[in-house]
Each structure stands twice: as structure tokens, then as C-alpha cells.
């Protein structure tokens, strides 16, 4: 179960605000919206999924931004802390660390590896680089090493299309209509969490649940842009339960991306608490008046602890109101259905709010223009 409190510590309250003209930009403008369909086929997925489980020790997933965010965001919540889940679930391609990727290869020889690599355009740099190192290291393992490898990307172009197609690998697809960080919920983010062992489909059933609630986005985005328009430019997330940190990482790369293009857009940045209440709340409380909250609580009452964190949670929003006002969302657990009813609608708030803002959500120019520059020094 999910619920909202947008009011009891917000200085902007939105009691008589007119939905339709959002409404409407969203209707006319149903644009490159597939992940807002919903119709993910799971059957495949699960199944490729069982077959990986039943051989791996070791799931490599390799990807970048939202090719990796949503299924590291999702397995991280779930999984419990300290776990020894098999198999392992390991992302590599998220920076050009040649220490790191060593240190893989120690850790991981001997092991049975499976690799899904993961890029809707088939030519980011960190992705094709890390694959090529690691499929020079499963030349020298197995014999059948194309077996073992699952490749995620477009259906007709760049070099890991033509990688698949040459050496006959399963191919899944990331549908054309469905941007990098929104892409949670297909091929993209359903396997891995399948393969760690997760429900997708009760995670589709929340986000479908999340569709039919759909006032709430309008009333978040709403109240975003309200509070940007009075000059608060930041967005901090903020979570009491550690496992949640990925989630929000996932939700500051969705926000950023989203909206934050044409010198425009709210800075996301994230808080896990109530370690960072001892660093950042200082400036929360006191500095500068830029900022607003929205808190993610996991609002479960299974021991006194839990009681304590709930506490804390309206102790922080009521020190930090009115300086820095504070939504929370309430979750009751941590569980495949309430993170899929988040992701909705927070993927759904970033499109609305973009639309608000008279930015293009979709798009990424400025990571485009690195991703170039880039490229280009490498092939010299
Ligand atoms: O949200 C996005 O579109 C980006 O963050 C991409 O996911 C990221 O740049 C990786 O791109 P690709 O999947 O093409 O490798």
C-alpha cells in the first residue's frame, strides 16, 4: 500500500488547482510514451530467467544510466541486507575503472558466469568497452561462451545488434518507444530482477495500480513546479532505510535528465537518513531557503525501532518546515508491488512536470554531448 501526504508539511498547498491544462499537454502530446503502456509480456523473461538461475553463480549485468539504475534500484530494496543470494547479481560498465574490472575478473573466475549486457543504442562507450574486456575473459573459460551471453538493445542497429545477430546470442529487445530511464519495467530491468529472483509481475501490477491513481502525479508535478516557481531549485529524496539508496539514485538520474535542459530544471539530490541529517540536515534547517523534500517512508511498525524511525521521519519534516517544506510517501513494506507502484508514478511526474517546465523529457542532449566528445578522442 502506498500513500500520500503532499499537504501537512508543504508551505504550497494546492487545494483548488486545475488539472486540465496538464491533463491535456499529456493527451495531445502521447509521444514516444511506451513505457506508459504497461504491456510488458513477462512469459520470456521468466522463463530465460529460471534456465540463468539454475546454472549461474554470477550475473553480470552491463550497462549505464538507465540501462542499470532501475534493476540495481529494485534488486538493492529487495534484497536483504548481507545477502548471499545466488546467483550474485554484479553490475560492471558504470565508470572506466580497469581496477575494478581486475578485480571482477579475480572474483569472479571460477564461478559460472552469465552476462547480459544491456544498451538501447548499441554504442555507449563504458558499455562496449567493459563487454569486449569481459568477452575476451569468456573466450578463455568456456567453449560455448556465446551460450552464455544475453544481449538487450534495439532491434536493428549498433554494434551489439550486429554482435547478437553474428553470433547467434539471445537478443532482447528495448522497445524503440521507450526512453533509457524509463525503461524499468521491459526487457531492460525485468530480467535481472527476475534472475535475483523477484516477482516482475506484481511489480507490473503495482505500476498498473499506480495508472489508475494517476491525480497523484498530477498533483506531485503540480507541487514541484509550484515550489520551483518560488525558487526552490532542489529536490532532495530522502529515505530511512538504507536499502533504498539505489531508488533514489535511480530517481535523481529520472530528474535530472528529464528536466534539466534549456538552463531550466530542479536539482535532485538525495539524503539517506538519519545518517545525512548529521551533514546535509544542517543545511536543510538553516541555509540557504532552495529547498524542498520528498520522503519515501517505509511506514511498517514490526518493532520499536521502526516506531523510533517513523518518529523521526515527522520529527525531521516538522524542524526542517517551513524553511524547507517536505512531501512523504508512505510505503507499508518493501515489496515488489509498492516499488512498481513508485516507479509509475514518479516516471510519470518526471514526464508531466517536464511538460510544466516546457522541456522535452525524453531527451538527453547534454549527456549526448559527452557521450560525442568522448567517442571521438577514444578512436584517435
Ligand atoms: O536515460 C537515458 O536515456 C540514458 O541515461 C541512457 O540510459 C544511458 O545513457 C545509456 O544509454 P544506452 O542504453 O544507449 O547505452
Known amino acids: 500500500m502506498v500513500s500520500f501526504d503532499f499537504k501537512t508539511y508543504n508551505t504550497i498547498k494546492l487545494d483548488n488547482y486545475d488539472l486540465s491544462a496538464i491533463h491535456n ?58 545477502s548471499t543470494n545466488k ?35 548499441g554504442t555507449t562507450l563504458e558499455i562496449l568497452l567493459a563487454f569486449n574486456y569481459l568477452l575476451e575473459y569468456m ?72 495508472k489508475q491513481h494517476i491525480d497523484d502525479c498530477y498533483y506531485y508535478a503540480t507541487l514541484r513546479n509550484e515550489q520551483y516557481q518560488s525558487n526552490k531549485y532542489v529536490e532532495s529524496f530522502n529515505v530511512y532505510e538504507p536499502k533504498l539508496y539505489y531508488f533514489t539514485e535511480w530517481l535523481k538520474q529520472l530528474f535530472a535528465e528529464s528536466q534539466g535542459k534549456n538552463n531550466k530544471g530542479i536539482l535532485p539530490i538525495s539524503t539517506v537518513n538519519t545518517r545525512d541529517l548529521h551533514s546535509l540536515g544542517q543545511y536543510f534547517q538553516e541555509g540557504l531557503p532552495i529547498l524542498f523534500s520528498t520522503t519515501i517512508n517505509v511506514a511498517k511498525e514490526d518493532s520499536k525501532l521502526d516506531i523510533i524511525n517513523n518518529q523521526a521521519v515527522l520529527c525531521v519534516a516538522q524542524a526542517h518546515y517551513p524553511h524547507t517544506s517536505t512531501s512523504i510517501i508512505n510505503i507499508d513494506a518493501i515489496n515488489e508491488y509498492n516499488l512498481g507502484y513508485l516507479i509509475f508514478f514518479f516516471e510519470m511526474s518526471a514526464m508531466l512536470g517536464s511538460y510544466l517546465l516546457g522541456v522535452n523529457y525524453y531527451d538527453q542532449p547534454g549527456v549526448n554531448g559527452y557521450k560525442d566528445l568522448l567517442h571521438k578522442v577514444v578512436e584517435k
Open 25 to 82: 499537454k499529456f493527451i495531445q502530446d502521447n509521444n514516444l510514451t511506451g513505457w506508459y503502456n504497461l504491456n510488458q509480456d513477462t512469459k520470456d523473461v521468466k522463463k530465460l530467467a529460471l534456465d540463468i538461475q539454475s546454472k549461474a553463480d554470477i550475473f553480470l549485468v552491463i550497462g549505464i544510466g538507465g540501462s542499470y539504475l532501475g534493476s540495481k534500484a529494485i534488486i538493492e530494496a529487495l534484497n536483504p541486507y548481507f
Open 139 to 210: 573466450k578463455r573459460e568456456y567453449d560455448n561462451y556465446n551460450d552464455r551471453i544475453i544481449i538487450t538493445t534495439n532491434d536493428h542497429t549498433g554494434d551489439l545488434y550486429e554482435y547478437a545477430t553474428k553470433n547467434n546470442t539471445i537478443l532482447l529487445n528495448v522497445p524503440e518507444d521507450v526512453g533509457g530511464r524509463y525503461s524499468v519495467l521491459t526487457n531492460v530491468g525485468l530480467l535481472p530482477i527476475a534472475v535475483a529472483g523477484y516477482d516482475v509481475d506484481k511489480l507490473l501490477e503495482g505500476a498498473k495500480e499506480s
Open 87 to 121: 546467483p550474485e547479481i554484479l553490475f560492471v560498465g558504470t565508470d572506466l575503472s580497469n581496477e575494478y574490472l581486475n578485480s571482477l575478473i579475480n572474483y569472479i573466475k571460477g564461478k559460472e558466469v552469465y552476462i547480459d549486457v544491456i544498451s538501447k543504442s
